[in-house]
């Protein structure tokens, strides 16, 4: 293999907040919005795709003979552009980015830092893992990019970051870290709002043990509020109850840890 069939320098591909790819910290020059529309593509679907998917996800075109050339001539606007010739990999009909590029993209950081923090066994260790999971993901992903394609691994980045604010504030409860706990569960919150009903009842918890009833309440009217308004639904019974419990004063978290009553989450 030649210097020409493999990355030089060192690569970095932003997709989370803002979308664009760095050689040696150089931002690479796309000739055509085409050949930067197919990194993207092919980076949401790492296991490759074939080009009917492509031509139809991409660009809404059948598989005739002068969309295939368009593909071509974005295929190989990408290859230059990336002075790269096996940027894009093809098997079997199938193409898929090459994965040094993808190993060098800020989702890949995010999903490699939650592998690890789901396997390590120190809290602390864990703790670490996630903070440098979420160090890589600032922002949507690719919020540059419309279509199906691009919403669903939005959707599953999206579900990452949340997992890692979910994890991190169970870690903080667990060391009475009630004010990082509140923190990171406000962030899972802001990042996906239909996150399962324990995780608000938790919130409320920790908004009750680190300011106070009010804070703990009025988090429960907005919460409320953002169902009925968005899905026309209402919080589950036991959220209900316990709200009431904690605008009469209760402290969730005083004799014991906190144990949410009556999960599920929102579909």
Known sequence: MTDGDRPTGDWLLRSLGQAEVLRGGVPVAWPARSAEE????????????????????????????????RFRV??????????????VTERGGRYALHP?????????????????????????????????????????????????????ARQAHRAAVVEAHLTLARLHCAAHECPLAAQDLVRAAQ????????HHQRLMACLAMTRDRYAATEYYRRYRQYLLTEIGD????????????LKGGELPCVNAPFRPAGSGDRT
């Open 100 to 152: 040094d590029l993808l190993a060098a993209s800020d989702t890949a950081a995010l999903h490699r830092a939650l592998r690890g923090a789901r396997e390590a066994q120190l809290p602390r260790e864990q703790e670490d893992l996630l903070r440098r999971a979420l160090a890589s993901a600032d922002g949507e992903y690719l919020p540059h990019l419309t279509g199906e394609w691009v919403q669903e």
């Open 74 to 87: 974005a295929l190989h606007r990408l290859r230059h552009a990336l002075d790269f010739p096996e940027a």
């Open 191 to 198: 990042t996906d709002p239909l996150i399962g009903e324990d």
């Open 38 to 69: 197919l990194l993207w593509y092919l980076h949401a679907h790492p296991d490759g795709r074939y080009r009917h998917d492509l031509l139809r996800d991409l660009w809404d075109l059948e598989d005739t003979p002068a969309a295939a050339n």
């Open 234 to 245: 209402t919080p589950l019974p036991e959220t209900v109850a316990f709200a009431e419990r």
